[in-house]
């Protein structure tokens, strides 16, 4: 007789309960519906726009020019505003998608999210110690 051997991936579980960064970067990767988050795709926007603005790539079109901005955005809400204008999206919760899928399908630039060992990392990947804050799902 010949064995045959049935291997099983459990993929991607949602814990009950996530920290909020975790449960953030899932969602900006597209890994948890965007539904999951409280405010959904408006808040992964937000995450992004912490993220982005926090990370400065070497040698690489910064992500507001390839959204075809001037300059830097102060808020979220100046991007979002500009989406909404360049791309003819009425509802803030198009322009965060709008922002998001961008990001998603890599037309902001490639962003690691998690500290890779080693490496120099973004300020948003060494934040202060303080309370953890954590998401119900």
């Known amino acids: 007789k010949q064995t045959t051997w049935i291997v099983d991936n459990p993929g ?4 009950s309960r996530l920290e909020t960064e975790q449960g953030l970067r899932l969602a900006l ?3 948890i519906d965007d539904t999951v988050i409280p405010d959904g ?3 992964v926007g937000d995450y992004l726009f ?3 603005t926090e990370v400065v790539l070497p040698d ?3 992500w507001w020019r390839r ?3 001037d300059n830097l955005p ?3 809400e100046q991007t979002l505003a500009h ?3 360049r791309w003819g999206h009425k509802q803030e919760q198009e322009q965060a998608q709008h922002f998001v899928s961008m990001f998603r399908k890599g037309l902001l630039g490639r962003y690691t999210l998690d500290p890779i060992e080693g490496a120099v990392q973004p300020a948003f990947l060494n934040p202060p110690a303080s309370n953890a804050s954590s998401v119900k799902l």
């Open 83 to 85: 989406i909404g204008k």
């Open 12 to 15: 991607v579980m949602i814990p």
């Open 74 to 76: 102060r808020t979220y």
């Open 60 to 62: 690489s079109k910064p």
């Open 41 to 43: 795709v408006r808040t």
């Open 29 to 31: 990767c597209g890994c």
């Open 67 to 69: 959204l075809e901005m």
């Open 50 to 52: 912490y993220v982005l």
